[in-house]
C-alpha cells in the first residue's frame, strides 16, 4: 500500500521513514506544517521526489483516519 514508506526496527529506531533514505516521515511532514514547499524540500533533499513527499503525506492521513478522540480529549 505504501511502497514508498518504510518502518523497520532496524532502520531510525523503526520510525517510518521513506524507503531508500533516512528521512524519517515526521520531519517532512513538521517542514510542511512549518511553511516550507514542496519545491523547498525537493532542494533540501535532491534525493527525494515528489511522490516521496506526496507518500509522506498519504501515510500520515491514513494514520488519522481510523483514529477517534473523543469531544471531551479535544475541548
Do not use: W
Not at 521526489?49 to 501515510?59: F, H, K, P, S, V
Request: charged share 25%; with cysteine; proline share 5%.
Amino acid at each position: 500500500m505504501f511502497e514508498r514508506i518504510l518502518v523497520d526496527p532496524r532502520i531510525c529506531h523503526g520510525q517510518a521513514c521513506i524507503r531508500g533514505t533516512r528521512i524519517p516521515v515526521y520531519q517532512i511532514l513538521h517542514m510542511l506544517a512549518n511553511g516550507d514547499t514542496i519545491e523547498n524540500l525537493l532542494e533540501e533533499y535532491p534525493s527525494l521526489t515528489r511522490e516521496d513527499i506526496l507518500a509522506c503525506i498519504d501515510y500520515a492521513a491514513f494514520l488519522t483516519e481510523e483514529q477517534v478522540i473523543p469531544d471531551e480529549v479535544i475541548s
